[in-house]
């Protein structure tokens, strides 16, 4: 089945960049996306990228698909201690409607 | 426009209960899909319901089941509740069904004693 693999954990400093990494293996994998998730909450929608597209920038958040490589990365641009959270990274099942399948998160802290 | 709303946010029950979670989606959206979320397993799909049809399911036993209803809330129930149920199950709306593109609830935090 569809498997996404995303690193554990990135540390980064107030100010500079951050890029979360992620791998999947359905390549008909249509619609990617990026959630964030901060202590006690659900699930935020920060970004989508449609597997017609190589890149997506909104605002200080940009989205790279390496599709054939099966890569996606999330940057985050002056990452602030607001940041620090989980993100995942999710990708819809083939014929699967609205089935997301999730990679483990990745934790990215930020310190001063 | 008011998100996806959960009810209760917490939830304490024994071993052998059985439970049941709401969800409102947001107003207009008429997909809506099921998430556990535990330290050990992550993110797992537990079903999917539009116009209160059961459209796809996860890998979970028969102990866990759900309903929408026509103005599309959706319920999920756990029956004879195992330790291993303790989770976060999260709700989530969606749409257009092209793209999937779903709208998380704050989740209901249950926990099996």
């Known amino acids: 089945g569809e498997d996404v693999e995303q690193s554990l954990f990135l540390s980064v400093r107030e100010g500079d960049s951050s890029v979360i990494n992620c791998t999947y293996t359905?390549?008909?994998?249509?619609?990617l996306y990026w959630y964030k998730q901060e202590p006690g909450a659900g699930l935020q929608l920060l970004t989508y990228?449609?597997?017609?597209?190589d890149m997506k920038q909104d605002q200080r958040l940009t989205v790279l698909l390496n599709k054939k490589d099966k890569h996606l990365s999330l940057r985050i641009a002056d990452t602030q201690t607001g940041d620090s959270a989980i993100y995942f990274c999710?990708?819809?099942?083939?014929?699967?409607?609205?089935?997301?399948?999730f990679g483990a998160g990745t934790r990215l802290a930020v310190h001063p | 426009k008011a998100g996806v709303t959960q009810t209760p946010r917490y939830l304490i029950k024994t071993r052998g209960q059985q439970v049941t979670l709401s969800c409102s989606p947001i107003?207009?959206?008429?997909?809506v899909s099921w998430y556990q979320q535990t330290p050990g397993q992550g993110l797992q799909f537990l079903f999917e319901?539009?116009?209160?049809?059961?459209?796809n399911k996860g890998n979970f036993p028969g102990r866990f089941s759900g309903r929408q209803f026509s103005n599309s809330r959706s319920e999920m129930n756990v029956s004879t509740l195992e330790l291993g149920d303790s989770a976060l199950y999260l709700c989530?709306?969606?749409?257009?069904?092209?793209?999937?593109?779903?709208?998380f609830g704050a989740g209901t935090r249950l926990s099996v004693l």
């Open positions: 989530a709306s969606s749409l257009d069904t092209r793209t999937g593109i779903q709208y």
């Open positions: 359905d390549s008909s994998s249509t619609y």
């Open positions: 990228i449609f597997s017609n597209m």
């Open positions: 999710a990708v819809v099942v083939s014929g699967g409607y609205n089935k997301l399948i």
């Open positions: 107003s207009g959206h008429r997909s």
């Open positions: 319901y539009f116009s209160e049809t059961q459209r």
